[in-house]
């Protein structure tokens, strides 16, 4: 049974960093494209990086690039989100998603984690 599981959530002030772990079972990870999506209260649920489960190819929504960084260890069968230099509004519950394109289209991915909570605040 596939499963997602996200941890590395927590209460950050402004301009720290912060990462988050999504540990995947039940699928073989480099056939499938992991994705991060963010959700804040009232909002849509935002794309926020994806990567090939093999390692490689990356995706980055406008509002993170340049602060956050996704990356895999295959062996661990771990997808990281390192986020730094983190402002109020990147506070949301962060979602790992696993799907079968490099997209930041949630419709396009199958499996979904229960999500953790990253809080930005003074």
């Known amino acids: 049974q596939e499963q997602l599981v996200e941890s590395g959530g927590g209460l950050v002030q402004p301009g720290e960093s912060l990462t988050l772990s999504c540990a995947t079972s039940g699928l073989t990870l480099d056939h499938w494209y992991i994705g991060w999506f963010r959700q804040a209260p009232g909002k849509e649920r935002e794309g926020v990086a994806c990567?090939?489960?093999?390692?490689?190819?990356?995706i980055y929504g406008d509002s993170v690039k340049g602060r956050f960084s996704i990356s895999v260890d295959g062996a661990k069968n771990l997808v990281y989100l390192q986020l730094n230099s983190l402002k109020p509004e990147d506070t949301a519950n962060y979602f790992c998603a696993a799907g079968e394109v490099a997209t930041l289209r949630e419709s396009l991915y199958d499996f979904w984690g229960q999500g953790t909570q990253v809080t930005v605040s003074s």
């Open positions: 990567i090939n489960g093999g390692g490689g190819s990356t």
